[in-house]
């Protein structure tokens, strides 16, 4: 088993910056790849950005290329999540996966790919 603790989430005017952060716990050592995914109101969850465990690769959904950055501390066992240039339509509640299953050269993007997920934290962007 595998836990995940969000954190950073928060209210914040467009153009800001905001880390989100997210803390691995158990079984650690399992995972192959860990990534952000977001649900608006009224909208369906969907993919930010992701990294794999060892390599450091990572994918980002076109929504956020050049104003997310994802990254990792191997140390602390977390991943963060880089905002900057918030709009309103980044409000949403920010959710932490993780993904077991090892893929050669590729990095896991969809919600199904992942086994393990945390709470969440909002994040809104007032206009």
């Known amino acids: 088993q595998v836990q995940l603790v969000e954190s950073g989430g928060g209210l914040v005017q467009a153009g800001a910056s905001l880390t989100l952060s997210c803390a691995a716990s158990?079984?650690?050592?399992?995972?192959?790849?860990m990534g952000w995914f977001r649900q608006a109101p009224g909208k369906e969850r969907e993919f930010v950005s992701s990294?794999?465990?060892?390599?450091?690769?990572?994918y980002n959904a076109d929504s956020v290329k050049g104003r997310f950055t994802i990254s990792k501390d191997d140390a602390k066992g977390t991943v963060n999540l880089q905002m900057n240039s918030l709009k309103p339509e980044d409000t949403a509640v920010y959710y932490c996966?993780?993904?077991?299953?090892?893929?050669?050269?590729?990095?896991?993007?969809?919600?199904?790919?992942?086994?393990?997920w945390g709470q969440g934290t909002q994040v809104t962007v007032s206009s």
């Open positions: 996966a993780a993904d077991q299953q090892y893929y050669s050269g590729y990095v896991p993007l969809l919600e199904s790919e992942y086994d393990y």
């Open positions: 990294i794999t465990w060892s390599s450091g690769k990572t």
């Open positions: 158990g079984r650690t050592f399992r995972i192959y790849a």
